[in-house]
């Protein structure tokens, strides 16, 4: 998760060194600065929704888990009840 939004970040930047001249001479510096922060806005949603499935993943399989847990601690008490 870390490495993606990295590059993403990364390539925000360079666009944005590469497109802030041509931006403050075609458009006001204000303008340029609205395009910037929107892009820099889409890049820090992308990278929230990257986590956002990330912690999604990670929370069913824990949740996966826990059930195997469950299960296995129901067959362990069914073989412990039947040895008596």
Do not use: W, Y
Request: proline share 2%; aromatic share 0%; net charge positive.
């Amino acid at each position: 998760m870390k490495l993606p939004a990295l590059l993403r970040i990364t390539v925000i930047a360079l666009t944005v060194g590469v497109a802030a001249p041509s931006v403050a001479e075609e458009n006001t510096l204000k303008e340029g600065a609205k395009e910037v922060g929107r892009a820099v806005g889409t890049a820090a949603r992308e990278v929230g929704d990257g986590a956002k499935q990330v912690g999604k993943a990670v929370g069913d399989a824990a949740k996966e888990v826990g059930q195997a847990v469950k299960e296995g601690a129901k067959e362990a008490k069914r073989a412990a009840t039947e040895k008596k």
